[in-house]
């Protein structure tokens, strides 16, 4: 049986008796979960809020990959490299019901090409030392052809092999949202931060208003960690107004097609688009994944949209390398995110050279920010972090314990479905027998299960994150809107107006991965 799970009743509660938290996070992304989690397993008294659901934004967002960087190679960023393999291998060993190995296939189109590649590969393998999974290998043409079929033959001279790790981005974000709880976190959504609060110049806690009641509440901390990624500079801005920005945020896109485009259980990889980037096409839970791209962006929208270039693009790319080349009728479902990337010395350089790598940056009144960085390196960021807030807050010296920290769900047999250890607790609910939908695995248990224990409170908190169906076939995911909504309102006990008005929320969710406003 699960661990229960704290009511949001319950957890606001513990805001409205003004007892003060060691460690409050704002941001319940990547890295503002990773520090809950961290802190909470050492001991310190733990809140994380989110201005809206854990993972809404970016950190759902991503190529859904736990990977080294094979393109920092060429960038000559072993030390990111070095550390993102050390953390895959982490993962892989701490929640393998979420991330598991995956082959990936490097088209050559000469023998100089492969043996090129083939190279940089083996300095991968040896980078990775004892973290490494197995080792890249030299395919030839057939070789290539077979483990991509669907690939076009038209200049393929051979391949090169090589593994990293893939995931379920946002059912990682719970999982982490899960483990804080289980180790005494309170973490809530749909609690934005409005402001700081100070003390003889020093940040002393968080003001934060309630979305669902419009309760204001103030919150004291020992120490604020600002974990809010492309956000990261408003929050600064409520500490100090005049402060320059620390970010450059671009805009990364992807487009879901059926998976008989590439076949196969590999993934391709593309080293050089005529933009410079690399391009992966891979396969995801029954669908195949196309990005992604690289495009400054700096009003920072909630929900992002592709824009028709990089739509094109994607496609174009694509129709380089597959057989059949795909058409934008042929387009499931597709999605954006934004990138917190740490701001150029040199205006001028362009987001796709800017340094992936994480800063952890302390004001003069003490808020701590941590930005920039990739989900394969949430929890060395996250240690870091703690040990500084550690240190200003004067909470005592606690050793990080989440190198080996299994993840909530942990279980030693990898489950399709994502909930690992849960599962046996979703097949005893109500409907677990009752799918939503012929072309979708969601079914109404899971509905209820991420109501009653992983604080689901809209639909589109089902449909994006704690069930992928909006991001795999959007076209499906609407036609559960409604069914959702029914059983969502049940759990919730929500009136009519409220109910109207998340279904109205779904459907333009809906109609953005549709692409119907592009």
Not at 59 to 68: A, D, F, M, P, Q
Not at 98 to 103: D, I, K, Q, R, S
Not at 360 to 383: C, D, F, I, N, P
Not at 452 to 476: C, G, H, K, P, V
Request: glycine letters at 8%.
């Amino acid at each position: 049986m699960a661990p229960r799970t704290p009511n949001r009743a319950e957890q606001l509660a513990l805001l409205r008796d003004g007892a003060c938290w060691d460690v409050v996070i704002i941001g319940g992304g990547a890295s503002g979960l990773g520090a809950a989690v961290d802190a909470a397993a050492r001991g310190y008294r733990t809140l994380l809020i989110e201005r809206l659901d854990f993972a809404s934004g970016t950190s759902s967002r991503s190529t859904k990959l736990i990977h080294g960087g094979v393109r920092y190679l060429r960038q000559g960023n072993l030390a990111l490299v070095r550390d993102a393999l050390r953390e895959r291998a982490n993962l892989l060993q701490n929640a393998p019901h979420l991330v598991h190995p995956l082959a990936f296939i490097i088209p050559a189109g000469s023998q100089f090409e492969r043996l090129f590649y083939g190279a940089g590969l083996k300095l991968y393998d040896l980078l990775a030392g004892s973290h490494g999974m197995q080792a890249s290998t030299l395919l030839d043409r057939q070789q290539t052809m077979n483990a991509l079929p669907g690939l076009s033959q038209a200049g393929v001279a051979g391949g090169i092999q090589y593994w990293d790790g893939q995931f379920d981005d946002a059912r990682l974000a719970i999982a982490l949202m899960r483990s804080a709880t289980d180790l005494g976190a309170t973490c809530l959504n749909y609690l934005p931060a409005s402001g700081l609060l100070k003390s003889r110049g020093s940040v002393c806690g968080v003001m934060a208003t309630d979305s669902e009641t419009g309760e204001h509440f103030e919150i004291p901390a020992r120490v604020v960690i600002n974990a809010t990624g492309v956000y990261a500079d408003a929050v600064r801005h409520f500490d100090e107004p005049d402060s320059a920005p620390i970010l450059s945020p671009s805009q990364g896109i992807h487009l879901v097609l059926d998976a008989d485009f590439l076949p196969g259980q590999h993934a391709l990889m593309i080293p050089k688009t005529e933009d410079g980037r690399v391009m992966f096409a891979i396969p995801w839970q029954g669908k195949l994944l196309l990005g992604t791209t690289d495009t400054e962006r700096h009003d920072l929208p909630a929900e992002p949209q592709p824009f028709t270039e990089e739509i094109d693009f994607l496609l174009r790319t694509a129709g380089h390398f597959l057989q059949r080349p795909p058409q934008r009728s042929d387009i499931r479902s597709a999605f954006a995110g934004l990138r917190p990337l740490l701001h150029a010395k040199n205006s001028a350089s362009k987001t796709a050279s800017l340094s992936r790598e994480h800063a952890v940056l302390t004001s003069a009144s003490g808020l701590l920010t941590v930005s920039g960085g990739k989900w394969t390196t949430y929890r060395l960021m996250a240690e870091q972090v703690v040990d500084r807030a550690a240190q200003i807050a004067k909470l005592g010296s606690v050793a990080c314990r989440t190198a080996q920290l299994r993840l909530h769900g942990w279980s030693d047999s990898y489950d399709a479905t994502a909930y690992g250890s849960d599962a046996p607790l979703i097949a005893k609910l109500p409907g677990h027998d009752h799918r939503l939908h012929p072309a979708l695995t969601l079914s109404e248990a899971e509905v209820r299960f991420a109501v009653r224990f992983e604080a689901a409170r809209t639909i589109e908190d089902i449909l994006a994150r704690r069930n992928r169906s909006l991001y795999l076939d959007a076209s499906a995911a609407a036609e559960c809107i409604e069914p959702v909504g029914r059983i969502l309102a049940e759990e919730l006990g929500l009136d009519g107006i409220r109910l109207a008005v998340l279904v109205a929320q779904a459907e333009r969710s809906a109609r953005h991965c549709l692409l119907v406003d592009s």
